[in-house]
């Protein structure tokens, strides 16, 4: 069975490849349709993005469509940058100038304040309208600098107490089992496997 994964972010579609290994799918990425633009992001929460991009783009393509909308919630700023995160410093998206302007926010702020959590919601849309959505968290905290060449977004800077590294420090296999982005995936595979079933009865 053919499934589109619909995002735009190489280091997101690493992710959910290697998060969705072993489903007998074949994953397609949005580059294989140049022609679709991308819909406006206009819900409050993450669950709403998530649920709107899989929607259009199943609809647009006629495919099974895992779409994800995930972000960084700090508690010494009220929960930004929230569903605004890839966009936090303007457009375009640009991951060095979110952190810079992240860091700037928290200046001087003491390291037991910096409490922050990866927010993910996973949709899976099928073309005739149905979704599911399936959400995942990480607790951690902001560092005053950016720490390790993995993952992508805020994970230079997002500190994992239990592990004594930030995300992006992390081998993928760790950071897949723990993420977000990989309990809300994980989540959603017995969706996908119902799926696969219903197609091939």
């Known amino acids: 069975m053919r499934i589109l994964l619909a995002t735009t972010n190489a280091g997101k579609l690493r992710e959910f490849r290697q998060i969705l290994t072993g489903l007998a799918v074949e994953s397609v990425a949005l580059e294989a349709f140049p022609g679709i633009r991308e819909p406006e992001e206009t819900e409050s929460t993450f669950a709403g993005n998530a649920g709107l991009k899989a929607q259009y783009y199943a609809g647009k393509t006629g495919l099974p469509t895992v779409a994800d909308d995930s972000g960084l919630e700090v508690d010494a700023l009220g929960g930004a940058p929230g569903v605004l995160s890839a966009r936090y410093a303007g457009e375009p998206k640009d991951d060095a100038a979110n952190n810079a302007k992240l860091l700037a926010a928290l200046s001087g702020v003491e390291p037991e304040r910096r409490t922050a959590r ?84």
Not at 130 to 158: H, K, Q, W
Not at 166 to 193: D, F, V, W, Y
Request: aromatic content about 8%; glycine content about 10%.
């Open 118 to 201: 990866f927010r993910c919601a996973a949709a899976l849309a099928t073309p005739d309208g149905c979704v599911r959505i399936e959400a995942g968290t990480i607790e951690g905290r902001i560092i005053d600098a950016p720490r390790g060449s993995n993952g992508f977004g805020y994970d230079p800077l997002f500190w994992v107490d239990d592990y004594g590294c930030t995300t992006a420090e992390m081998p993928p296999e760790l950071k897949n089992a723990l993420s977000h982005r990989g309990q809300a995936l994980r989540k959603l595979c017995p969706h996908i496997k119902a799926l696969i079933s219903a197609e091939g009865s």
